[in-house]
């Protein structure tokens, strides 16, 4: 199989040059000889015309006739069929005459004869056929010849034509080949054809995505050293304390503390983790059917020693299965952040209620809490990573409502922040309708 587009478009220029050239010769090969043909009848009729018209043969032009080079043969016969004249012996001359144009076969070789009769004689030239196609297939070959001198000549321009044809995607890969990890300059795309100018667009489109996500990333890994580096110089003087801790009494306290900060620490890398999977240009996940209800119920399973701990309310209205596509794990991960955050920015005793239903044919995640709620000019940058309010001493990441973002987009989910009747902040997410 040939992968070169050059060779491609050379085999096949050159396979319509041989088609196009083998239809030409043939058909110019069978004019020529068609033509020929037609001549060589016209000159066996003028000859014998011209002999009827003269009467006489004279002594001179009898002798060209006899000559063994001329390919015509002169007879005449009486009226009574006497032969009276031939103008060179031959073996196998025609015996008789058949008057206009007719082709005779005499032991075996055929003849083109045109005979002419007048009141005293009757006069035929003929020509044997095998001399006539002799002549008829030189001359048609002659015809022929500038077409294969031409061939190679015309080889040689297909392949300069295909490539300046080329040129220009050569061009473009040269002008990939030559960027190194971190050029994600657009390539030009002035003045390229048109069958090459997608394929720059697409390029440059795919350049400027991937110059997007390296950004994220970049930005992404920046902002996680710099929250990793509080909890963790935390961590570090919680150690210092619980090494100089001298009574049981300290020694508790610099315990407990120490295993609250491993804590914090675990569930923002926990937070971190999960975000990264949800990013875009995350490895993704076939999605499958869900049963939305049954999926909210195991995720708020893992949110009830959260509420039993702070003396909180967690309530799920989830009656009937609601059908949705997409990634178990993510959407997981999306429930629990939602109720993860209704519990810990509400106080004490509070109740976050979550509702699974169909509304208008699509399926539809509330979650509503009785906390202080989020003013209406936060609501934008609260989706932001890392973006804390200071309401709260709950020591949180800032992650749990960009998990949520990122893992609804994925999902083609429609979410908006509003005011709940528990008082606190309600949080909607409209899925596509799952389509079976």
């Known amino acids: 199989m040939i992968n070169s587009l050059r060779a491609r478009l050379l085999i096949t220029l050159l396979g319509l040059l041989a088609a196009a050239a083998l239809v030409m010769g043939l058909s110019t090969y069978r004019s020529v000889l068609a033509e020929t043909e ?4 016209y000159q066996l009729r003028q000859m014998a015309l011209a002999l009827r018209d003269q009467g006489e043969i004279a002594a001179n032009q009898a002798r060209a ?30 015996a008789r005459a058949l008057l206009g144009l007719a082709e005779i076969n005499v032991n075996g070789q055929a003849w083109r004869t045109f005979s002419v009769a007048t009141p005293e004689r009757i006069i035929q030239v003929a020509q044997p056929v095998q001399i006539r196609q002799q002549l008829a297939a030189a001359a048609a070959l002659r015809s022929v010849v500038p077409l294969l001198l031409l061939a190679p000549l015309m080889a040689l321009l297909g392949w300069w034509l295909s490539a300046l044809t080329l040129r220009p995607l050569q061009q473009v890969a040269a002008g990939v080949r ?50 990793l580096r509080s909890p963790l110089t935390a961590l570090k003087l919680q150690a210092q304390l619980l090494a100089r801790a001298t009574d049981p009494v300290t020694r508790e306290e610099a315990m407990a503390a120490l295993t609250a900060g491993i804590e914090r620490a675990a569930r923002l890398v926990e937070q971190l983790l999960a975000l990264a999977r949800a990013e875009p240009g995350a490895l993704a996940v076939a999605p499958q059917p869900l049963d939305l209800s049954e999926l909210v119920r195991e995720a708020v399973a893992d949110c009830v020693p959260l509420a039993r701990q702070r003396g909180s309310e967690l309530q799920l209205f989830a009656e009937r299965p609601v059908t949705v596509v997409g990634d178990r794990a993510a959407l997981t ?9 209704g519990l810990r920015y509400s106080p004490s005793g509070a109740r976050v209620e979550l509702r699974v239903e169909q509304v208008d044919g699509r399926p539809r995640l509330q979650v509503d809490d009785s906390g202080p709620g989020i003013p209406p000019a936060e609501r934008a940058h609260v989706f932001d990573r890392f973006y804390r309010r200071n309401l709260s001493d709950e020591g949180g990441s800032g992650l749990g409502l960009a998990i949520v973002r990122q893992v609804a987009e994925r999902h083609g989910a429609a979410i908006t922040l509003g005011d709940s009747l528990l008082g606190g902040l309600q949080v909607s997410l409209v899925f596509p309708a799952a389509v079976t």
Not at 38 to 41: G, I, N
């Open 38 to 41: 037609t001549l060589f009848d």
């Open 178 to 227: 030559e960027r190194d990890a971190q050029s994600l300059a657009p390539l030009p795309s002035e003045g390229l054809p048109d069958e090459v100018a997608p394929l720059v667009t697409a390029l440059n489109a795919l350049l400027q995505r991937l110059g997007q996500s390296l950004e994220q990333q970049r930005s992404f890994v920046a902002d996680a050293a710099h929250e």
């Open 65 to 94: 006739l006899a000559d063994e080079q001329l390919d015509f043969v002169v007879q005449i016969w009486t009226v009574d069929g006497r032969s009276i004249y031939a103008s060179r012996a031959h073996s196998n001359l025609p």
């Open 333 to 341: 991960a999306l429930v629990r952040n939602l109720a993860d955050n």
